[in-house]
């Protein structure tokens, strides 16, 4: 009886090896190795810099000779940075349009800019969306940042005129 409990165990382990090499990867002694199958499955996309979304223009794009000749005309200019999907752009930019369209809206260049043209953004020291600059003459008037109030982006652009 021993010994055939012996055989029985002893079948078991050469028939389950198999099965457990296959399940490691690795081949049996003495049997020949799979062939590799192939995979059906495409490789996944990698993210280049190139898929960052810019923000929705809700305002005319910078554009540097629009913005100069608008300095050397001594008009003030308004630049809003913005960010795609960022929580404050996505709060500040309805209650700007609102004020934008009102009647008693600032007599000012507007250019909008998306925070992902670092060369325009490090030009005038901004590092987050939801800034606000006021330039007149080429220099900096005022700075507001992460304003997203009605009332407290009314008042700052109240402040337009009296530069």
């Not at 006021?134 to 008037?141: H, I, N, P, Q, S």
Request: aromatic share 6%; proline share 9%; charged share 15%.
């Amino acid at each position: 009886m021993a010994h055939h409990f012996a055989c029985t165990i002893a079948t078991i382990l050469l028939c389950a090896f198999p099965h457990v090499a296959k399940a490691q990867n690795t081949v049996p002694p003495g049997a020949s190795p799979a062939k590799p199958t192939a995979s059906t499955q495409p490789p996944s996309p990698v993210a280049s810099p190139s898929a960052v979304q810019k923000a929705q223009l809700l305002f005319p794009a910078f554009n540097d000779v629009q913005y100069r000749g608008s300095q050397a005309a001594g008009r003030p200019s308004l630049l809003v940075f913005a960010q795609n999907g960022h929580p404050i752009w996505l709060k500040q930019a309805p209650t700007l349009q609102v004020i934008m369209r009102s009647a008693d809206r600032v007599d000012a260049d507007v250019f909008q800019i998306d925070i992902t043209d670092q060369a325009v953004c490090s030009g005038f020291k901004v590092t987050t969306p939801g800034t606000i600059l006021v330039m007149k003459d080429g220099v900096e008037r005022l700075r507001g940042n992460g304003m997203v109030r009605e009332a407290a982006l009314r008042k700052f652009l109240r402040l337009v005129p009296t530069l």
